[in-house]
């Protein structure tokens, strides 16, 4: 099956420091990717959708200048969190659309920000 | 607004019985529709999908029933195994108007007992 792989599994940082997330398809091309948040024992909550070659749309209430978003191939798309506070703590998922139709999620970042 | 709805947050079943997942939606332009199970600090994992042409599809132990007239579907699984227990998210998308953006439910969390 399609294989998306993200990385770093898990990160700790100090308040005000930048933390990026990858996220590759490793079997196929994406030329969308979606990144999400997700609260404990709350749903997927779309943060914003990366096509390859533009700049991502943004979900209403997400900061686009603290989440940054890059998908420069159709391969990679990355989330860089600027500047991240405690309240930016949370478990990120990426998913890359194949063919349109299914989608093909990494395993997830936990981020802590002390 | 949520526009796909888990309205049980949680569903125990005994080893073997049938295990039966609810969604309610929306949005009429939503016309594909998938199913994902997710464990604890891992990303979600696709189970099965169905499009809005069909009123049925199966997979093995996972049969997926659309009832668009009611904007309902329901995952069964048959029997239900103990490694079934983790979260189900529900999704919807609206293909035809070209979005394809996936709404996620709120989840349910199955519990098979032994």
């Known amino acids: 099956g399609a294989v998306v792989s993200q990385h770093p599994s898990r990160v700790i940082c100090k308040s005000g420091t930048s933390v990026k997330i990858e996220c590759r398809s490793l079997?196929?091309?994406?030329?969308?990717m979606f990144w999400y948040r997700q609260f404990p024992k709350q749903s997927l909550m779309l943060m914003a959708t990366?096509?390859?070659?533009?700049?991502?749309?943004?979900e209403q209430g997400v900061e686009k200048d603290k989440f940054l978003i890059n998908h420069a191939s159709l391969t990679l798309s990355t989330l860089t969190v600027t500047s991240a506070h405690p309240e930016d703590s949370s478990f990120y998922i990426c998913?890359?659309?194949?063919?349109?139709?299914?989608?093909?999620f990494g395993s997830g970042t936990q981020l802590s920000v002390l | 607004d949520q526009q796909v709805k888990q309205n049980s947050p949680s569903l125990s079943v005994q080893e073997g019985r049938i295990s039966i997942l609810n969604c309610d939606y929306t949005?009429?332009?939503?016309?594909?529709f998938l199913w994902y199970k997710k464990y604890p600090a891992e990303g979600p994992t696709f189970l099965i999908s169905?499009?809005?042409?069909?009123d049925k599809n199966e997979d093995g132990r996972f049969t997926v029933f659309l009832n668009k007239s009611a904007k309902h579907l329901s995952l069964h699984i048959v029997p239900s195994q103990p490694g079934d227990s983790a979260v189900y998210f529900c999704a919807a998308s609206g293909r035809a108007s070209g979005t394809y953006k996936y709404i996620f439910g709120t989840g349910t969390r199955l519990k098979v007992l032994a």
């Open positions: 169905i499009s809005s042409i069909k």
């Open positions: 998913s890359a659309l194949r063919g349109g139709e299914k989608l093909f």
């Open positions: 079997d196929f091309q994406a030329t969308t």
């Open positions: 949005n009429s332009m939503f016309d594909y």
């Open positions: 990366s096509n390859e070659g533009s700049k991502a749309t943004y």
